[in-house]
């Protein structure tokens, strides 16, 4: 039996959780004023690391009093830089519902072996956001990128706390509003929500995470490129473009285009709204088609850039292949790149609906996931 292929294609058949698709306007050519082959600390140099910070604070209405540093190893690098140089002043809350969570569980149980609360739920599932201790530090994942469960708000995170919040906001942060005065430790990755490149992380500090770092020095030693404070002061060069060691100037300059292409879409409002209405329309798919579902339970912890589903047709027989096989025919049509579920998280899909991702391409997939999955229905069955 063949079943008929639908007559469009979206334009842009990239959907991939990360590196996300670069902005609509993106072109190669378009960072031929790199400061390349120059040294990052001339001034042509600092002054694209500068308007980078300067830049993210504007659209992230990030307040004037927080620090904001372009770091070494992305999204892992800037958290990975906080949990070892803030840990450890008093016991933590580590909350974890999907793999990148349950890694800086890891990280700080296992390697740190710092006294934790571990708090976690299944994919799908968020944690019981009232049994935080805002006594202690709490690290938390805004958007879990693998199981498309978020946050609903910041509302759960106390005004009066004693400890610091500690958030990888890496799939959230340009999608969805941070409440900054919630947030003590933010970290996203250029390469997620802006489509920007991999390679290095931002790492934004609250006056109390500043505190911290000056008034305490963890047990454990921290090599070069953790290193936040000399003499127990801040290094603020950091957070003025003077980073630890070489930054990629073509990475940089991709950011500062992409931040521009967010400017002319409305800035953070134009990208929430652009997220919001790229995750309706599957949210809208799902409703209307009874073998296919979102995996996160609750609509409010929905996210609107790593959205996650799962097959719950009956006639599916295994469910882990049968969501290989629908992603990979729709790659060999080139309708949808990259959208088989994360490795550890369960079978199924995940599509991108981060700002640089056209509704109208999202709109011009999905009749095209329809196709595969019927597509694949038929093959299960003739093979049995
Ligand atoms: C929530 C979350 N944290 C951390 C990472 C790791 O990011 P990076 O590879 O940029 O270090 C990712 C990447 O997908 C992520 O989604």
């Given at each position: 039996?063949?079943?008929?292929?639908?007559?469009?294609r979206?334009?842009?058949?990239?959907?991939?959780?990360g590196?996300?698709?670069?902005?609509?306007?993106?072109?190669?050519n378009?960072?031929?004023?790199?400061?390349l082959?120059?040294?990052?600390?001339?001034?042509?140099?600092?002054?694209?690391?500068?308007?980078a910070?300067?830049?993210?604070?504007?659209?992230?209405?990030?307040?004037a009093?927080?620090?904001?540093?372009?770091?070494?190893?992305?999204?892992?690098?800037?958290?990975?830089?906080a949990?070892?140089?803030?840990?450890?002043?008093r016991?933590?809350?580590?909350?974890?519902?999907?793999?990148?969570?349950?890694?800086?569980?890891?990280?700080?149980?296992?390697?740190?072996?710092?006294?934790?609360?571990?708090?976690?739920?299944?994919?799908?599932?968020?944690?019981?956001?009232?049994?935080?201790?805002?006594?202690?530090?709490?690290?938390?994942?805004?958007?879990?990128?693998?199981?498309?469960?978020r946050?609903?708000?910041?509302?759960?995170i106390?005004?009066?706390?004693?400890?610091?919040?500690?958030?990888?906001?890496t799939?959230?942060?340009?999608?969805?509003d941070?409440?900054?005065?919630?947030?003590?430790?933010?970290?996203f990755?250029w390469q997620?929500?802006?489509?920007?490149?991999?390679?290095?992380?931002?790492?934004?500090?609250?006056?109390r995470?500043?505190?911290?770092?000056?008034?305490?020095?963890?047990a454990?030693?921290?090599?070069?490129?953790?290193?936040?404070?000399?003499?127990?002061?801040?290094?603020?060069?950091?957070?003025?473009?003077?980073?630890?060691?070489?930054?990629?100037?073509?990475?940089?300059?991709?950011y500062?285009f992409?931040?521009?292409?967010?400017?002319?879409?409305?800035g953070?409002?134009?990208?929430?709204?652009?997220?919001?209405a790229?995750?309706q329309?599957?949210?809208?798919?799902?409703?209307?088609?009874?073998?296919?579902d979102?995996?996160?339970e609750?609509?409010?912890?929905?996210?609107?850039?790593?959205?996650?589903?799962?097959?719950?047709d009956p006639?599916?027989?295994?469910?882990?292949?049968?969501?290989k096989?629908?992603?990979?025919?729709l790659?060999a049509?080139?309708?949808?790149?990259?959208?088989?579920?994360?490795?550890?998280a369960?079978?199924g899909?995940r599509?991108?609906?981060?700002?640089?991702?056209?509704?109208?391409?999202?709109?011009?997939?999905?009749?095209?996931?329809?196709?595969?999955?019927?597509?694949e229905?038929?093959?299960?069955?003739?093979?049995a």
């Open positions: 039996m063949t079943i008929e292929r639908p007559a469009a979206p334009a842009n058949p990239r959907f991939s959780s590196p996300c698709a670069k902005p609509p306007t993106f072109e190669l378009k960072l031929a004023g790199a400061a082959g120059r040294s990052h600390r001339a001034a042509v140099g600092k002054d694209k690391l500068k308007a910070i300067e830049g993210t604070r504007e659209l992230l209405g990030i307040p009093d927080y620090r904001i540093g372009i770091v070494p190893a992305s999204d892992t690098g800037a958290v990975e830089m949990l070892w140089s803030l840990l450890g002043e016991k933590v809350d580590m909350l974890a519902w999907e793999s990148f969570g349950a890694g800086w569980v890891t990280d700080v149980v296992k390697q740190l072996k710092i006294d934790a609360e571990v708090k976690t739920a299944d994919y799908g599932q968020i944690v019981d956001l009232a049994s935080i201790d805002f006594n202690n530090d709490v690290v938390f994942t805004w958007n879990g990128t693998t199981s498309g469960v946050v609903p708000n910041g509302d759960w106390a005004d009066d706390r004693a400890g610091l919040t500690i958030c990888d906001a799939s959230a942060a340009f999608a969805m941070l409440p900054w005065d919630k947030l003590d430790v933010t970290t990755s997620k929500v802006l489509g920007g490149e991999a390679a290095h992380g931002m790492l934004i500090l609250s006056p995470a500043v505190e911290r770092l000056e008034s305490y020095t963890p454990w030693p921290l090599p070069k490129i953790f290193r936040l404070t000399k003499g127990g002061k801040l290094i603020e060069g950091i957070f003025q473009g003077a980073t630890i060691n070489t930054p990629s100037m073509l990475a940089v300059e991709d500062l992409a931040l521009d292409w967010a400017r002319s879409v409305g953070l409002q134009g990208l929430i709204a652009r997220a919001d790229n995750a329309a599957i949210f809208e798919f799902c409703d209307q088609n009874d073998w296919i979102n995996l996160a609750d609509p409010s912890t929905r996210s609107n850039t790593s959205v996650c589903l799962k097959f719950t006639r599916i027989r295994d469910g882990a292949s049968f969501a096989a629908v992603a990979k025919r790659e049509e080139n309708v949808a790149l990259d959208i088989g579920a994360y490795r550890d369960p079978a899909l599509i991108w609906c981060g700002g640089t991702v056209e509704t109208s391409d999202i709109q011009a997939m999905l009749p095209w996931l329809k196709w595969a999955f019927e597509a229905i038929a093959a299960q069955a003739e093979a």
